[in-house]
């Protein structure tokens, strides 16, 4: 049974952090690329970023470039998204994606709200 579990969302301040993670299981991890996606009230999802199989090589969404990390480590079937110098406008519901030659899967999401 395929799972992709979230984790590591909550309530934080402007200009705070926070890490996400997304521990996979039932499929092959470290063959397939993971994203990480967000979406807003009302907007329609959007990627965030990228992360290859094996090399490791990140891609970004413009207004996340400086301010947030894709990171996995293939050993523990994970990948995780540190986020910096957070914003209002980063609130939404972070979903993982993980996308192979063959099949796609998503977790359920995990809600980040930035807030004073």
């Known amino acids: 049974q395929v799972q992709l579990v979230e984790s590591g969302g909550g309530l934080v301040q402007p200009g705070g952090s926070l890490r996400l993670s997304c521990a996979a299981s039932g499929f092959t991890f470290s063959s397939y690329r993971m994203s990480w996606y967000r979406q807003a009230p009302g907007k329609e999802r959007e990627l965030v970023a990228t992360?290859?199989?094996?090399?490791?090589?990140?891609n970004y969404a413009d207004s996340m470039k400086g301010r947030f990390t894709i990171s996995r480590d293939n050993a523990k079937n994970t990948v995780y998204l540190q986020m910096n110098s957070l914003k209002p406008e980063d609130t939404a519901v972070y979903y993982c994606?993980?996308?192979?030659?063959?099949?796609?899967?998503w977790g359920q999401g995990t809600q980040v709200t930035v807030s004073s």
């Open positions: 994606n993980a996308r192979g030659a063959l099949y796609e899967y």
């Open positions: 992360i290859t199989t094996t090399s490791g090589s990140a």
